[in-house]
């Protein structure tokens, strides 16, 4: 540290002022302060975060004037009404703030830096039948303009949303999904799960995205499948019933009009079969070996 600290004292001495000192440290701050601080105005600007920061902004407007006119009832009346204010704050933005915890924990920071023994997983959702069948279903849903939601799990559990609707756990097949889309059927409404090979639930209800940047033109069905990418890793097959296009949403992002070629490419992307090991060596550390085990 002294050495970095030593480096950038002769190549950047230009930069210091007269009677202020800066360190590696200060730059460390600013950069971080920075970092956080974007990251901040992009999660308010994609969330309704913003039109409640607006609202926000007024009732601050409003109380500095209370205090620049010495307006004492109501200077005692916001004193007392503070606390509450801040646990209202965080009861409005929970869902927001939840979100940003959960891309936290997405991270796996801990796991990766302290990984405490060696682990051994094979790492495929599902089989190439399985894949098959998706796409097969989705393109004769799509040609008859067929509305379907289809809800894949990854690594975070879809069980709380599979407990909303009716529980299936039957295997995967196109007709079993056609049939469960098919209009005037019971289980048409709502979305289906698939965890692995198999179908786990259907009829489910999903939270809807608040994002404002999704066109006005998009339905329940999208939003929803926007909303459950938002607030979990899922992937999402979405088939209008109005114009039968595809769209995948993964990760709050929704891509539409999506081909089969495209299709099959997020699918085999998603499957990911690979079996991921970590050892211990000496001098070396964790070591991460891969191997594909595609067929």
């Known amino acids: 540290m002294n050495r970095v600290s030593l480096w950038f004292t002769d190549n950047f001495s230009w930069l210091q002022l007269p009677g202020i000192s800066i360190s590696v440290t200060d730059i460390m701050e600013i950069i971080i302060l920075a970092y956080l601080v974007y990251k901040l105005l992009l999660w308010i600007k994609n969330t309704r975060a913003w039109t409640l920061l607006r609202g ?64 051994r997983t094979v790492q495929q959702l599902f089989s190439d039948k399985t894949v098959s069948e998706l796409i097969k279903a989705t393109v004769e849903m799509a040609k008859v303009k067929t509305g379907a939601l289809i809800v894949i799990e990854q690594r975070e559990t879809l069980e709380e949303y599979e407990r909303t609707g009716i529980r299936i756990d039957a295997a995967l097949t196109s007709q079993l999904l056609i049939n469960i889309f098919e209009h005037n059927t019971p289980l048409h409404d709502g979305a289906v799960i698939v965890r692995g090979d198999r179908i786990t639930a259907a009829t489910c209800y999903l939270p809807l995205s608040d994002n404002m940047h999704l066109s006005k033109e998009l339905g329940t069905r999208h939003r929803a499948g926007v909303g459950i990418s938002e607030v979990t890793d899922s992937l999402t097959i979405i088939v209008s019933e109005e114009t039968g296009h595809i769209s995948i949403a993964y990760k709050g992002q929704l891509d539409r009009n999506v081909n089969v070629d495209q299709l099959r490419e997020r699918l085999t992307l998603l499957q990911n079969k690979s079996i991921v090991s970590r050892k211990f060596k000496l001098g070396k550390g964790w070591v991460k070996n891969e191997k594909n085990i595609s067929q």
Not at 58 to 68: E, G, K, N
């Open 56 to 119: 926000l902004l007024t009732i601050a407007v409003c109380v500095t004037l209370v205090y620049l006119l010495n307006m004492q009832t109501l200077i005692y009346i916001v004193n007392r009404g503070i606390s509450i204010a801040i646990i209202t704050a965080v009861v409005v933005f929970q869902p927001e703030l939840r979100r940003v915890l959960e891309q936290l924990g997405e991270k796996r920071l801990l796991s990766s830096l302290l990984p405490l023994d060696n682990v």
